[in-house]
């Protein structure tokens, strides 16, 4: 595991920042759908509410690999960190955090959360697009 650095942690805890999550099938189908949970819950650490995950979660059981972008504009601004997914949290202060703020946000109660364990970092922004930072 690798440590993001604190630009990326901070970018991944942006409300404002756009987030996806990439997921592989074992049949090497690729899953890419749009989490707005997606939050850094330490520096090794990317995690997001499971809601409506049924490709996501059954790839992410399936093969563990995930990568997670955050980005936003202007000026463009982002970092993809590629991980392994680690499991579901469904209980614990991690979980209850994740729930309350969907509880407020949409009114719905979540099924877990997802906790995948950073591998490597890149920039996706000016000037360093597609530069391995971790």
């Known amino acids: 595991m690798v440590k993001m650095p604190k630009e990326v942690v901070d970018l991944f805890n942006d409300p404002e920042a756009s987030k996806v999550i990439a997921t592989v099938?074992?049949?090497g189908e690729i899953n890419v759908a749009a989490k707005?949970?997606?939050?850094?819950v330490d520096d090794?650490?990317?995690?997001?509410?499971?809601?409506?995950?049924g490709k996501t979660r059954a790839n992410l059981e399936a093969t563990k690999?995930?990568?997670?972008?955050?980005?936003?504009?202007?000026?463009?601004?982002?970092?993809q960190v590629?991980?392994?997914?680690?499991?579901?949290?469904?209980?614990?202060?991690v979980y209850d955090?994740?729930?309350?703020?969907?509880?407020?946000l949409l009114?719905?109660?979540?099924?877990?959360?997802?906790?995948?364990?950073?591998?490597?970092?890149?920039?996706?922004?000016?000037?360093?697009?597609g530069k391995k930072i971790a």
């Not at 109660?109 to 970092?121: L, P, R, S, Y």
């Open 97 to 104: 955090k994740f729930a309350a703020l969907v509880k407020d």
């Open 44 to 53: 090794e650490t990317v995690a997001y509410a499971d809601i409506f995950s």
């Open 107 to 129: 009114n719905l109660d979540i099924n877990g959360v997802a906790m995948i364990k950073v591998n490597e970092v890149f920039s996706v922004g000016a000037p360093d697009f």
């Open 25 to 27: 099938a074992e049949d």
């Open 82 to 93: 590629k991980g392994t997914f680690a499991g579901f949290e469904t209980s614990g202060p």
């Open 65 to 79: 690999k995930a990568a997670l972008l955050a980005f936003k504009n202007p000026p463009p601004a982002g970092y």
């Open 36 to 40: 707005g949970t997606i939050s850094a």
